[in-house]
């Protein structure tokens, strides 16, 4: 079982800023997902075959950023090692649970999303089906402009839907389909560990709106 972990520089898309998201890269058997550590420089300030921030860069403070980049990989490397010394074999999903689970700061839905989204373009999905997720998550930021993962439950769904057929005159459907699409992102924050509750369980919704988000 091969298993890795690296900070990369995510250049595509770029940012309106013209930035780039730092993001550690965890590597199980050629399969791989990014964490997103919530910073971002300009493409021209990384060094690529090195991993780290120019030193000589003006624009952020490498030395600091630098010894933040440290820090994180050296926690991933720690978590496979700890793994490995209990003799326990090491998953995407064990790995996500173990090094998202130390943050206290609350999880961002958005930022969440977006990340699922850019893996969604990686993996060459279709456009249509990308295109949906963004425009659902659009929708739902007018709502709500800052909204963490734990901010979802149940009075959080009954207002949105009100939202949704009051405001925007949503017919019954259409709620129903934003509704699934958004239980679809909750469902992989689930299996990913970054939830213990789930608010749909008492919002259940119509099975012919039922969306599958495709990601493993």
Known sequence: MAVSANVILR????????????????????????FSLGESIPPSAWDDSKAIVKTRTKTVNAEKLNLFLSKELARANDIILEHKLDDREITIDRFTAAFQGESKAPRDLYEFVRERIIDLRDGNYAYN??????????????????????????????DYESYMRNELGNKTNTVQKSMATLRAFINVALKEGLLKEYPFSKFPLRKEASTRLYLT
């Open 11 to 34: 250049s595509k898309p770029l940012k309106k800023d013209g930035t780039g998201g730092l993001y550690l890269r965890f590597v199980l058997d050629r399969k791989k997902k990014d």
């Open 129 to 158: 089906t990308i295109r949906k997720y963004e425009t659902e998550l659009s929708k739902l930021k007018k709502f709500r402009p800052s909204l963490t993962l734990k901010g979802v439950d149940y009075s959080f769904l009954r």
